[in-house]
């Protein structure tokens, strides 16, 4: 099997490493056929040490001192259209030490904004439990986890609630985290 059949009818997005490298592709079946694997990596990529958009977004997280964490290409697309340049993407649902190390570069705030499903309701709280079992808020980083309306990723937040409605859910997860601190 060739890789351009491999790749037919996929929407492909290239992920890249913090200086603009090309590190693997990410694909998606646009047919939605059974059977069909949904993702194409690089055999040899760790989607584990990379965050999708951290080339693109490294200004924006420099010059706020807060990155927004996502699933997926597609929300971080949605999230620098409407503005939120300082959003990157894990590869799925899982941030890992290595990502950790990676923004600790750049900011002092890390805001968890997964998807309000299953899997991204773990993947916070998997996230928060690194955080403690590792103590990232003793290097002077605070980790922040939002709470999406159900049913809401960042995409459809942003098209049914705009700016506003986005604004809102990243003030009221810091309001939380500061009243608890």
């Not at 584990?48 to 699933?71: F, M």
């Not at 990232?136 to 809401?152: A, E, F, M, Q, V």
Request: proline letters at 3%; charged letters at 20%; aromatic letters at 12%.
């Amino acid at each position: 099997m060739s890789v351009n059949h491999q790749l037919r009818g996929k929407l492909i997005t290239p992920i890249y490493d913090v200086y603009g490298g090309l590190v693997a592709v990410s694909t998606r079946s646009m047919t939605c056929q059974k059977g069909d694997p949904g993702y194409f990596w690089h055999e040899s990529f760790d989607k584990g040490s990379y965050l999708y958009g951290l080339n693109w977004a490294k200004e924006s997280i420099i010059r706020y001192g807060k990155v927004i964490i996502v699933e997926g290409e597609f929300d971080v697309a949605a999230m620098h259209d409407f503005g939120f340049t300082m959003t990157v993407g894990v590869c799925g649902s899982t941030f890992t030490l290595s990502q950790a190390s990676l923004l600790a570069r750049y900011c002092k705030e890390v805001y968890l904004m997964f998807d309000n499903d299953p899997s991204g309701q773990n993947g916070i709280r998997r996230t928060m439990k690194l955080c403690i079992d590792h103590y990232l808020d003793s290097y002077g980083i605070k980790y922040i986890p939002t709470n999406l309306p159900l049913g809401k990723d960042p995409d459809k937040l942003l098209r049914t609630e705009g700016v506003a409605g986005m604004k809102n859910i990243l003030a009221k997860a810091k309001d939380e985290v500061n009243f608890w601190s």
